[in-house]
């Protein structure tokens, strides 16, 4: 496989990681994701469902990223999750997201060699890059 250039964030589960007192996904997450990657070289590509700005602790902000297009939206009813998947598989690109994907597996055969999982801790995100080669330039 060639060098990943390309990472595709499984927004819903990324903004879930670590939430406010009263439960609500953070949009900050995404953010933070979004710094991690682009600090490891790669294109950040940000997908949430449709019903995610109902759900966050700021939907304004949620919604900057969209009209940015820092984040894109998955169409209402869809499932976000292919998405995700299928844009990670035409980008050859690396999956982040602490879900495994059972249900694709069949679909994507390559989720678990691709998948990158995450910690956030206070505000920071950590990707848990050890499994992945890395090419020496």
């Not at 600090?39 to 602790?57: F, N």
């Not at 035409?90 to 994507?108: K, P």
Request: contains cysteine; charged residues 30%.
């Amino acid at each position: 496989m060639r060098q990943a250039k390309t990472a595709v964030v499984d927004g819903a589960n990324i903004a879930y990681i670590e939430k406010t007192r009263e439960g609500k996904p953070k949009v900050s997450n995404l953010v933070a994701v979004c710094r991690a990657i682009e600090e490891k070289g790669l294109d950040p590509i940000v997908i949430v469902d449709a019903g995610l700005r109902y759900e966050v602790d700021d939907p304004d902000q949620l919604e900057a990223l969209i009209d940015q297009q820092r984040v894109r939206q998955a169409p209402a009813g869809t499932d976000a999750d292919f998405f995700v998947l299928q844009i990670a598989e035409e980008e050859q690109g690396l999956v982040i997201s602490n879900d495994l994907f059972e249900d694709y597996r069949d679909r994507f055969p390559w989720i678990e060699e691709r998948r990158v999982p995450v910690m956030i801790v206070q505000g920071e995100a950590h990707l848990y890059l050890p499994s992945l080669k890395q090419e020496r330039g």
